[in-house]
């Protein structure tokens, strides 16, 4: 969160599988009802309704716009920025972003999204929030994560933006993004664990819980059982393969360029790909992307004197 003049810049990376700000990290999911739930740690009440924040998993969608989760899931994540720094009550224009190749399509139907409402009043983990949502900006994913740190990509860079439910690539020669060479592929990490599902089911006739999933591609491994720990590693290489066999197509040449690797993806390529670890750099801070859209939102308001 930055402050300029009397707002607050918010930047908010609205994943498949996580929602992130520049501090926080929650999962993507929510779940409305009419009545308070038995049980709800990340209860948000707003318009008389009642929404358990982090449950469930939203199901992939392209248009983040068509219901009203995503915005939901908005003030969640204000909230718990806003918390960190004991405010209550605040100005708050909104950094927002969508895969490269979908910014200019959707752009305007997203911010039209995120404005739908001036003033909101809500009540997050039994804290009650009034804020006034003076503005927003919808900036290209993957492209955020390294805005502030352009200056130093010399010669030629496949950027992957591995996310959920997408990855984007977009190639930078002397430190400026190449227009004509951005691609979105719906291949993020859940089309992993669904072939990983898919190979536990055909080989073992197991049907694996997705936190098992998780921790052998987070960290490699996991406390289970070698014959199916080995299944679960031979089907994300494979996905693993895949993804560079894509980089390929779209021109990623390892001798002539290097790789930069964002999103939570990154543990893939880190655990499961086969690279020259000097020629590729994986950044692990999953909020990395927010803060990009704070860092462009900020730079932009700067330059007009704050004016929106």
């Known amino acids: 969160m930055k402050t300029l003049y009397d707002y607050k810049i918010i930047g908010i990376d609205h994943g498949y599988g996580n929602m992130k700000t520049a501090n926080c990290c929650f999962q993507t999911g929510v779940i409305a009802s009419d009545t308070e ?21 939203k199901e992939f969608t392209a248009d983040k716009f068509i219901d009203e989760d995503y915005y939901i899931l908005t003030l969640a ?10 405010i209550t009550e605040e100005k708050i224009f909104i950094a927002a972003g969508l895969p490269l190749t979908w910014v200019t399509r959707q752009k305007e139907e997203f911010t039209k999204y995120l404005l739908q409402h001036r003033t909101v009043d809500f009540n997050f983990r039994r804290t009650d929030y009034h804020i006034e949502i003076i503005g927003a900006d919808v900036f290209p994913q993957g492209f955020a994560a390294i805005s502030e740190r352009l200056g130093e990509f010399k010669g030629t860079t496949m950027l992957c933006d591995i996310g959920n439910g997408t990855m984007n ?27 990983v599902r898919e190979a536990m089911m055909r080989e073992h006739h197991t049907n694996l819980d997705e936190s098992i999933i998780t921790e052998v591609l987070k960290k490699g491994t996991a406390d289970i059982d070698g014959e199916y720990l080995k299944t679960i ?3 994300a290489k494979a996905y693993t393969a895949e993804i560079f066999r894509k980089l390929r197509e779209h021109d990623y040449n390892p001798k002539l360029m290097k790789l930069y690797v964002v999103g939570g993806g990154g543990c893939l390529i880190r655990n499961f790909g086969e690279y020259d ?17 704070e860092y462009i939102a900020y730079t932009k308001l700067n330059k007009n004197g704050g004016e929106i």
């Open 277 to 293: 670890k000097d020629r590729a750099f994986i950044n692990y801070d999953i909020c990395a992307t927010a803060k990009g859209y």
């Open 77 to 86: 994540a204000i909230a718990r920025e806003l918390n960190r720094e004991r």
């Open 37 to 57: 739930p038995p049980f709800a740690n990340d209860l948000l009440i707003w318009n008389n309704k009642y929404y358990s924040i982090g449950v469930g998993h």
């Open 169 to 195: 690539l977009l190639k930078i020669s002397d430190r400026k993004p190449d227009m004509l060479n951005m691609f979105t592929e719906k291949y993020g990490v859940y089309q992993c664990t669904l072939a």
């Open 233 to 235: 590693i031979t089907a």
